[in-house]
């Protein structure tokens, strides 16, 4: 018979700390409402950091790219490959929609990316899409 007791007490004085928590609740919606406040300011800078975070990474993303292309499809392209230096090939890769995931088919950076990288195995079949042609269209 003890143990359910002790069981009632623990219980009792759980729901006891909870109503304490109830009374900071009032507190905490004030500290909420300027915490939303400062979130709503705050997701005008996050959004200002995310732009920049995304510019700072796209960067590298499209050196990237563009050196893999150059390395790789500029040859095996010839005369179809579409830029005569890095500097247009990293501004038309700065235009390129950002998916987010990996993609295949579809107008973005990461289709792009992942056929110049498969052209490491096949240029004949990935070079094309790496530019833009096939499956990596607008």
Known sequence: MRDPFRLLFVGLFALAGCGDDSGDADGDADSDADT???????????????SDTD???LGPRCEALCDCLFEI????LGNEFPWVD??????DCRALPVAGSHQE???SLECRE??????????????PHAIGEAVCVE
């Open 114 to 127: 992942y056929h110049c990288n498969a052209a490491r195995e096949d240029a004949g079949f990935h070079c």
């Open 36 to 50: 939303d406040t400062d979130a709503d300011s705050d997701a005008d800078s996050d959004t200002d950091a995310d």
């Open 73 to 76: 499809c500029q040859s095996e």
């Open 86 to 91: 890095h500097a247009t090939c990293i501004e």
């Open 105 to 107: 088919d579809g107008n």
């Open 55 to 57: 510019s700072d990474t």
